[in-house]
């Protein structure tokens, strides 16, 4: 398994101190406490305490809790940037490129948290499952997939979506051993043939879309 | 595919009218409201709105929201009656049984609620993600891949869960339609052997316990 975390250098670029930092502070005590307690349960007071600033700051920066939302669970990562290297190469290597860049995103612990922010919140606030929802059919998955010129483009994105979302479910929500233990190049390695038979192998569809 | 959908005749039985009847409206009121809103969101008084009873008579016969969360969501299957319906028979056809299992339960309405009740709690609260775990680890997963006889059983039943879960969000709570409008038996198909091969066959496993 190569070193590929599929985080582009743009997210990785630092802040500059002052209002920046400020502002960067509450994002992280946001995403902590979404991962942590969903949309719901986070309020405005809570991630100011948690950030160490007026709650009258949070609203300043960003207006509330449903604007700190969308902007805490912007993605990790630009679709834009990331297809091309998950889709170029060796055909036979793409459920390997695609199952390594999931867990790549998960070895860092902000992308992660922000992804697992998004499952979590997408599982019982219809706004989070937007989010997801769109991560699936417009940005990531879907595109992908089409970009193979294989049928069934919409299913087969949906599958390996699938698989994606319940392997960071077990492993980095309900943190079951067997997975959260285990070395992410290992898992990659597991789920590879799945999400290379969902994305370009024969399968039984029914009908060719 | 068969028309076996795991329910075992025991939770099909009906409950005889009268104070019975009030629990169980009580019960799907319940599980209505964890499903859509999750634990925390759901109330006594909510719930006994929508089940038209008084809210003492919930704190009568459940005690509290807390217990009536444990009994709403008690699963709506008895694993050591399903356990051998997908272990017993053609090694070969095992990840097909558990595929149809799975999307047997979803298909019948009052399960369905059940298991997606557990899913969308479990990712935001720590009481039903243990129930989730102990599906994974204890109830279901584990005992079905141990009893097979393979090497790294805890991993094999716990990238399983992760499929089948993963399948119960795009499908039933994302709602995504390539996922969502399939027919079972079809999607049953459509990740059979994936299961089939996480159960059963040789995995890149780098050590075997």
């Known amino acids: 398994m190569n070193s590929h975390d599929g985080t582009p250098a743009a997210s990785r670029r630092g802040r500059r101190p002052g209002s920046s930092g400020t502002r960067e502070a509450i994002l992280n005590a946001a995403r902590q406490s979404f991962a942590a307690k969903g949309l719901d349960r986070t309020t405005v007071r809570g991630v100011a305490r948690d950030a160490g600033v007026d709650p009258g700051l949070i609203t300043h920066y960003f207006g509330g809790k449903a604007a700190l939302f969308t902007e805490a669970m912007r993605l990790p990562f630009t679709p834009e940037e990331v297809l091309p290297s998950i889709i170029e190469g060796d055909r036979a290597q793409i ?22 922010g998004i499952i ?10 937007t989010l997801l929802r769109d991560l699936i059919e417009r940005d990531l998955f879907a ?10 483009a919409e299913a087969r994105a949906a599958l390996c979506a699938s698989q994606i979302v319940g ?3 077990v492993r980095h929500i309900l943190r079951v051993p067997a997975l959260a233990t285990a070395d992410p190049a290992d898992v990659a390695e597991w789920i590879a043939p799945t999400l290379q038979r969902y994305l370009i192998d024969d399968m039984p569809f029914t009908e060719e879309t």
């Not at 979590?120 to 499952?129: I, K, Q, V």
């Not at 595109?143 to 069934?152: S, W």
Request: with cysteine.
């Open 167 to 169: 392997l960071a479910i």
């Open 95 to 116: 459920g390997r490129r695609l199952a390594a860049f999931a867990l790549g995103q998960w070895e860092n612990a902000a992308s992660r948290e922000r992804l697992i």
């Open 143 to 152: 595109p992908l997939a089409r970009a193979l010129d294989v049928p069934n």
């Open 120 to 129: 979590r919140a997408a599982c019982s606030d219809p706004t989070a499952a």
